[in-house]
């Protein structure tokens, strides 16, 4: 199935939440979605000399693709999401710094008070053919060529409990996790809290750094191929990620070591159930093999990766082989 935006929308009618709007396409499980995602700014950032905080509106960041429902999905199920493919739309990107915004800065939640850093915009040149995404110093001549890893910042659903919830942040729903894994070859799981799940996405990087630590990757407008697929009657309380070599598990919340209890709990219980161990016999597992790449410290809520090796786990049939299933439809289109 081909879903295509309108790319001359008027910002204001776009959908910045989860939750709370009406979806824009059904799915039944097991199709193959085509389609394309806004940068965060919307494509309003084109160059050096453009600062998010004259040409953007505040209320209109971070622009989701979708709601999509898909048939079937009832609270209490997961949501299956395998992305095929994952492809900067145009050959550049931008990022920036924002005002009181990032890791190493004064914000909203965190007072102080010095003035916030200079606002400025980098443009990076995305070579598709040879797959780097270059860099360029604006305060000298250095340069640097990084390699292109294009993966989406926010996947998610509607929230539980009828919340609409912004799409800069995260939660048990997924949203704004920013996390590199998020990749093509990657399937997301994402526990059902509404009807038709509505499930959204957006926010594409050409690259991001572990920590998003200004705020701002290299964002860019992004061509998308992805499955859905349903698991019935399988609860998934927070996002979890599997790809070719890891189980991952995710964790939203403040302060960090909140995200990084929510990330861990879920992976010594997941391995628990895949392995059959006891929680201590997990838990001593889990801390002697997990890593714990943090997807980023900007954001509403900060988001931890716990990633266990599927190395450990020979012959364990994870998620009903979904993801092994999913993965070999790689040459499918839509």
């Not at 998010?52 to 199920?77: H, I, K, M």
């Not at 939640?109 to 360029?136: G, K, N, Q």
Request: hydrophobic share 40%; net charge negative; glycine share 8%.
């Amino acid at each position: 199935m081909h879903w295509n935006p309108d790319a001359e929308a008027d910002p204001a009618t776009l959908v910045y939440t989860f939750g709370g709007a009406a979806p824009v396409a059904s799915l039944a499980p097991g199709t193959v979605l085509s389609t394309w995602t806004r940068d965060c700014f919307g494509g309003r950032v084109r160059s050096t000399a453009d600062l998010a905080s004259q040409v953007c509106d505040p209320r209109y960041l971070n622009p989701q693709t979708g709601p999509f429902y898909v048939e079937g999905a009832e609270p209490g199920d997961t949501l299956v999401v395998h992305f095929l493919s994952i492809e900067p739309r145009h050959d550049w990107g931008v990022s920036t710094t924002v005002p009181f915004f990032g890791s190493l800065t004064a914000t909203g939640l965190t007072a102080m008070l010095h003035e916030p850093l200079a606002e400025r915009t980098w443009f990076y040149e995305l070579d598709l053919t040879e797959r780097l995404v270059r860099y360029s110093a604006l305060d000298s001549a250095f340069q640097a060529e990084l390699p292109l890893d294009p993966m989406h910042g926010t996947v998610g659903v509607a929230p539980p409990l009828g919340e609409v919830r912004s799409s800069l942040t995260p939660g048990s729903w997924g949203g704004n996790m920013d996390t590199p894994e998020m990749r093509a070859g990657t399937t997301c799981y994402l526990g059902v809290n509404v009807e038709g799940a509505l499930l959204s996405l957006g926010d594409g990087h050409a690259r991001q750094g572990e920590g998003e630590t200004c705020g701002v990757a290299v964002e860019c407008a992004m061509d998308t191929v992805l499955v859905v697929e349903l698991l019935k009657a399988v609860p998934t309380p927070w996002p979890r990620l599997e790809d070719d070599s890891f189980i991952m598990t995710t964790g939203s919340a403040r302060p960090l070591e909140d995200a990084f209890r929510i990330a861990h709990t879920e992976l010594v219980r997941w391995v628990a159930e895949l392995i059959g161990l006891s929680t201590l016999d997990a838990y001593q597992l889990v801390s002697q093999a997990a890593l714990t790449p943090v997807a980023n410290v900007v954001d509403t809520n900060y988001t931890v990766v716990a990633k266990f090796p599927k190395a450990l786990l020979p012959g364990v049939d994870v998620m009903g082989g979904m993801h092994r299933r999913l993965r070999a439809t790689r040459n499918r289109r839509p």
